[in-house]
């Protein structure tokens, strides 16, 4: 079963062991969110997942999202879509002006695929230059802002939604009635990751990991942390199908399922 930490434990009604994960892989902190637009859409049918690379949220996002027929969003492949537009227009990633007007101009749709000003990227975005690029995207504070705006239109537009990603629980959807925090030890994390990708090695694989989970965690606006009242979900040991069904049960308890 998947490892949750003690309160969370009573409140998914489930009678599985604590572990607390390490802090230096998961930073527990309220997000300062005073550069980033105040929130004006109502996120109460939101259920956030957040969690580092190779946590298995994406998986499980989906499966949680089909399970309830609710529309899915990935972030992380908006950033990805950023970062991919400045290199195929030979932008410079670090050139955080062009690129916070480029993430603005851009027409970005992400569904099944990812529409880049109506080109298909779906394949290019999760290349390895993209994925070296994106985290240096990720931290201009414009291009973020500029995102979550596009993030909360889009969960106003549906109405509801599985939304994954970094800062869902703590700065795009603080009021979401479920957040989870998923996360696994780096070698499993690295491991999974590996067999998605199927022309890097683990030791190349863990590096960009940890680099990426550096990056994340330390930025300034925004970094990859837990949110005080997220439910924190260890799945170094745990199948999809258990942690999809502890998400079902707090998904019925907050009334969204
Ligand atoms: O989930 P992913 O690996 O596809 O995300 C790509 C990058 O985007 C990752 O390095 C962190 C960043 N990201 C972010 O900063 N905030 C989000 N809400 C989602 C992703």
């Given at each position: 079963?998947?490892?949750?930490?003690?309160?969370?434990?009573?409140?998914?009604?489930?009678?599985?062991?604590?572990?607390?994960v390490?802090?230096h892989?998961?930073?527990?902190?309220?997000?300062?969110?005073?550069?980033l637009?105040?929130?004006?859409?109502?996120?109460?049918?939101?259920?956030?997942?957040?969690?580092?690379?190779?946590?298995?949220?994406?998986?499980?996002?989906?499966?949680?999202?089909?399970?309830?027929g609710?529309?899915?969003l990935?972030t992380?492949?908006?950033?990805?879509?950023?970062?991919?537009?400045?290199?195929?227009?030979?932008?410079?990633?670090?050139?955080?002006?062009?690129?916070?007007r480029?993430?603005?101009?851009?027409?970005?749709?992400?569904?099944?695929?990812?529409l880049?000003?109506?080109?298909?990227?779906?394949?290019?975005?999760?290349?390895?230059?993209?994925?070296?690029?994106?985290?240096?995207?990720?931290?201009?504070?414009?291009?973020?802002?500029?995102?979550?705006?596009?993030?909360?239109?889009?969960?106003?537009?549906?109405?509801?939604?599985?939304?994954?990603?970094?800062?869902?629980?703590?700065?795009?959807?603080?009021?979401?009635?479920?957040?989870?925090?998923?996360?696994?030890?780096?070698?499993e994390?690295?491991?999974?990751?590996t067999q998605?990708?199927?022309?890097m090695?683990?030791?190349?694989?863990?590096?960009?990991?940890?680099?990426?989970?550096?990056?994340?965690?330390?930025?300034?606006?925004?970094?990859?942390?837990?949110?005080?009242d997220?439910?924190?979900?260890?799945?170094?040991?745990?199948?999809?199908?258990?942690?999809?069904e502890?998400?079902?049960?707090?998904?019925?308890?907050?009334?969204l399922?």
């Amino acid at each position: 079963m998947p490892q949750l930490t003690p309160p969370e434990m009573n409140q998914a009604g489930n009678n599985v062991p604590t572990r607390n994960v390490p802090s230096h892989s998961v930073p527990s902190h309220s997000v300062p969110s005073h550069s980033l637009p105040t929130r004006n859409v109502p996120s109460h049918n939101v259920i956030a997942i957040d969690g580092p690379a190779g946590s298995g949220k994406s998986t499980v996002a989906r499966a949680v999202a089909a399970k309830l027929g609710m529309p899915y969003l990935d972030t992380g492949a908006m950033y990805r879509a950023v970062a991919f537009t400045a290199m195929r227009r030979g932008v410079d990633p670090d050139d955080a002006e062009v690129v916070a007007r480029l993430a603005a101009d851009m027409q970005l749709e992400v569904d099944e695929r990812v529409l880049v000003d109506g080109v298909d990227a779906t394949i290019e975005i999760r290349s390895p230059e993209v994925t070296r690029a994106v985290s240096v995207v990720a931290i201009n504070p414009a291009v973020r802002k500029e995102l979550v705006r596009r993030q909360r239109e889009w969960a106003d537009a549906k109405g509801s939604g599985v939304i994954e990603g970094r800062d869902i629980g703590t700065v795009v959807f603080p009021d979401a009635p479920v957040k989870v925090f998923m996360t696994a030890s780096d070698e499993e994390r690295a491991q999974r990751r590996t067999q998605e990708m199927l022309d890097m090695h683990y030791d190349e694989v863990a590096a960009d990991i940890a680099r990426r989970d550096h990056i994340d965690s330390t930025r300034p606006y925004a970094p990859l942390a837990v949110a005080p009242d997220a439910v924190l979900v260890d799945t170094t040991s745990s199948t999809v199908e258990e942690v999809v069904e502890l998400v079902l049960q707090l998904a019925t308890k907050a009334g969204l399922a």
